[in-house]
């Protein structure tokens, strides 16, 4: 039996199918298989896919990266999956590094490459995925030169656009929620594991380059806005105990008042204020973390880990700042 199984999640992204596919063949470790969940797709994916007959789930609609994905788990039998964005090329040393990074402990769940971006390869795109006090979700490093990101480290959660995972701690956690459909499902389990008291890792040695946002087409857009605002909300109603979220309110709503006006100067403040209120309206029908006493050392570790997300976050975007006014 290979050691993992590589889920690739496909929407109408044919024409980054060829490129995904030639670097998987050069992987320097073949130990792998592969398996694309195609959601629906109506420009030809299918028929590509069967043509160079590779395995293949053909999803008569799109269930969103959520349920692609958790097709792909449920049908793997490998110790180990790794989910690829299909807007990806891999470095030869990519699955092997992977594979080396997660075997190290039985307490990692996740491992996080280094995403660096195609078209501009002196910039991260990630260092695995962060969160704050204020509710925000963010890529480390990204926009940062890469040789800032060498160093391996702990981070948050992974990111799900190329990272592994341990295929048995999602029969402990659950897998992928599908109410998130696509956007913060990978922190909201990284966040799941966490609390259960594994960990999630960043691998520098493991190297992917990454178009972004190679499905939605745009950085930011009215549906991608609207889910993300929506599904902020269910991530902190599930990972918290009512307890956090009281303590949690003020820095949380401070957040959505923020984002709201960042998000109206770019002409989407109603589609943000529409997710919030999708999320407060249906909140309640998540599956929220049941809070165990046994996990309080974990619980107290996820929250050191918010507020050094978000001294994080500040210390990046003022290096971002700070290059914009040396251009």
Known sequence: MKKATIIIPNYNGLRFMEPCMAALAAQTCQDFEVLVVDNGSTDGSAEWLKSHEI????LPENTGFSGAVNVGIRAAETPYVILLNNDTEAEP???GALLRAIEASPRIFSVSPKM???YH???MDDAGDMYSVMGWAYQRGVGQETGRYDRPCPVFSACAGAAIYRRSVFEEIGLFDEMHFAYLEDIDVGWRAKLAGYVNWYCPEAVVYHVGSG????KYNEFKVRLAARNNVYLNYKNMPDLLLLIHAAPLVLGILVKY???KKKGFGKAYLEGVWEGLRTAHQTKRVRYRREHLADYLAAEWELIWGTVLYCAEFSRRQMKKKER
């Open 215 to 218: 499905t939605s087409g745009s």
């Open 55 to 58: 395995p293949s789930v053909l």
């Open 116 to 118: 660096i971006q195609l």
């Open 121 to 123: 390869r002196d910039r």
């Open 93 to 95: 040393g990519y699955v």
């Open 261 to 263: 006006f960042f998000f």
